[in-house]
């Protein structure tokens, strides 16, 4: 937890308990729940007041010392005095409004001219500069920074561009790009995409991990999936074979490996889809492969080769009416069903 104490009428000081004895009760935590709380890091954002100690209610007599709920003393309302130990005062969490920057990275090389100007994929901290993934007229592009203000281009010597190797420009961007701490040096980069699967081989995946398909999701000639890809420095993609799970998803999918719980989970653009009815015909036509309801899922799985189905985390609500034709979404009723499609 963290102890936030007063040292003036405006300023406060965050004490960081990283270890040992919790000032609160004395007491030596050395396993299971409990302060002092393992941090995630050198730099807590503060955007909630959940790891902030919010006190310790106590009643004390008048040598300071606690009778909170003491049978074996007696005493009335003028021999016990309430009081908040620890308890943060002249503080409160601001959020500070957003500046626009504009531009970042400015558009001034052959294979970066003309077109729909750059998309932005990833950005990573790594190696004391900041790596940036995207995408430009001639195909993915990489920037650094060491600012996240400049940014360069390293020539990577991997894509030919007019006769020129001296470029920025790699093979391939399946996704969004993240480092995976317990991965192999030759799988240290992952990324995961939605594709195609081939419905011959879809037949055997079937028979062999039966609880990671979606109820009839084949579709004529098209079995829709989640691929994942490995890289040993983020410009050369592996793509593995089988798919991580075979199910709806499309647009972004992030994916990361949590320390905590060890596992490796993957964020999907899911749909809220029941299993379809046995006896019903199957329709073809693109709005009847799946509902068109989207949602968030998530799965989790500690070998990142197999997952289960995603299950829906973050929904629309259920009595958010379908849109209205003629009007647009910005100027419908229910503003928290609002939506662009």
């Known amino acids: 937890m963290v102890n936030v104490k007063r040292t003036c009428p405006v300023f406060s000081v965050a004490v960081f308990l990283v270890g040992g004895v919790s000032p609160v009760f004395g007491l030596v935590h050395e396993r299971g729940y409990g302060e002092p709380v393992g941090l995630l890091g050198k730099r807590l954002v503060f955007t909630t007041w959940a790891m902030v100690r919010p006190g310790q209610p106590d009643w004390q007599d008048d040598q300071g010392k606690s009778i909170f709920a003491r049978k074996d003393v007696k005493a009335g309302p003028f021999e016990a005095h309430w009081k908040n130990i620890d308890a943060p005062w ?12 504009y531009p970042v990275i400015t558009i001034d090389t052959p294979w970066e001219k003309g077109g729909d100007g750059l998309d932005v994929k990833t950005l990573l ?12 007229r001639a195909g993915p592009c990489y920037w650094e920074s060491t600012d996240a203000m400049t940014w360069t281009r390293p020539q990577l010597g991997l ?13 391939s961007l399946p996704g969004v790009v993240w480092v995976d701490p317990v991965g192999t040096p030759e799988e240290r980069y992952k990324a995961v995409n939605n594709g195609d699967y081939d419905p011959k081989l879809f037949e055997s995946y079937k028979t062999r ?4 398909q979606m109820a009839l999701e084949l579709d004529p ?5 989640v691929f994942g890809f490995t890289s040993p420095d983020g410009f050369q993609w592996k793509q593995i074979e089988e798919p991580l799970s075979v199910e709806v998803s499309d647009t972004a999918i992030t994916a990361y490996h949590d320390i905590t719980l060890k596992k490796y989970v993957i964020y999907t653009r899911t749909y809220m ?6 006896n019903q015909p199957l329709r073809h036509e693109r709005w009847h492969q799946f509902a068109p309801r989207r949602a968030i899922g998530r799965t989790e799985s500690d070998n990142f080769r197999q997952f289960p189905l995603s299950q829906v985390v973050v929904e629309t609500s259920p009595t958010c009416p379908p849109p209205t034709p003629g009007i647009p979404p910005a100027t419908r009723r229910f503003p928290e069903c609002r939506r662009d499609t």
């Open 209 to 212: 991990r039966p609880f990671s």
């Open 159 to 171: 894509i030919e561009f007019e006769g020129s190797k001296d470029n920025n420009l790699i093979p």
């Open 221 to 225: 000639g098209r079995v829709h999936a």
């Open 90 to 101: 002249g503080i409160r969490l601001v959020a500070e409004p957003a500046q626009r920057v």
């Open 273 to 278: 889809v029941p299993p379809r009815a046995g």
């Open 125 to 136: 901290v790594k190696e004391g500069k900041y790596r940036l993934w995207g995408s430009c």
